[in-house]
């Protein structure tokens, strides 16, 4: 079931997700080698309440008897695709691809956005899955209109993703966001055009491609959430939480 957001409600999604843009900014500018990603855990924390809202993931559970997530933020670091946990012994090194995936409620709603960085010097390689990744969800972005199909945003994205040689995951998929963290529809990388839901006025959306420098497969580690590549390769991940508008796509976690 997917549900329409009143314009109201869509300015304070507005509202939440600026506070996890805003956030992420300053994560970012914390972020260099030598500091641990528990150090960068605690001051999303930090800033969380200073900002009055909530963490949207502390405690998270897939569903029911599954770990919850231990921390505010998750950092995905290299061969790791998404939810990564902050640690003391995860210390961040010249040359790491750092992912940060953040979200907060804010008067009930959420607010829902990653990004993916280069510390210091990385390969050419590294380098372009990043902007690739992140090409691809502003491809997305685009076909995030009235009246155009699901498909036409899952294809887009995996078309600019597989044409620069990388691949993207099957196992998450962006998703609806609203009162809860994911809603209807979900949203695949991976698609085809003039297929699935029609995108309507007052969908809110978050986008959110992974993507692999090697093959697709991930697996799960023992800690119940991090996700890495099978093959071990590198993976980066971009994410913006996307009204659907008659104007447009208006992308609520844009600074
Ligand atoms: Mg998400």
């Known amino acids: 079931m997917i549900f329409l957001k009143s314009h109201q409600e869509i300015e304070i999604m507005r509202v939440a997700n600026r506070v996890v843009s805003e956030i992420l900014a300053e994560l970012r500018e ?8 528990s150090e960068i855990d605690r001051l999303a924390t930090e800033l969380i309440r200073k900002k009055g809202a909530r963490s949207a993931f502390k405690g998270y559970q897939i569903r029911n008897g599954t770990v ?37 409620i804010y008067k009930d709603f959420y607010g829902d956005a990653a990004m993916t960085f280069a510390l210091g010097k990385v390969s050419d390689d590294a380098a372009r899955l990043i902007a690739t990744t992140a090409a691809a969800l502003e491809e997305g972005i685009a076909q995030a209109t009235v009246g155009n199909r699901l498909g036409n945003v899952s294809a887009a994205i995996q078309k600019r993703a597989e044409s620069e ?45 992974m993507v692999n420098a090697g093959k697709p497969d991930v697996q799960l580690q023992d800690d119940g959430w991090t996700a890495v590549t099978r093959d071990g390769s590198l993976s980066a991940h971009f994410e913006h939480s996307i009204a659907i508008t008659e104007k447009g796509p208006l992308v609520l976690s844009r600074l």
Not at 30 to 37: D, F
Not at 85 to 97: C, F
């Open 30 to 37: 914390v972020a260099r080698p030598g500091v641990s990603t």
């Open 68 to 104: 919850p997530f231990p921390a505010t933020i998750c950092i995905s670091l290299n061969n790791e695709v998404v939810h990564g946990i902050p640690s003391a012994q995860r210390v961040m090194k010249d040359g790491d691809v750092v992912s940060f995936d953040f979200g907060v």
């Open 165 to 209: 040689g990388f691949s993207v995951v099957r196992e998450f998929v962006g998703h609806g966001v609203g009162r809860r963290l994911h809603e209807d529809p979900a949203v695949p990388n991976y698609g085809v055009r003039d297929r699935g839901v029609r995108l309507r006025e007052g969908m809110v959306i978050a986008i959110e491609p």
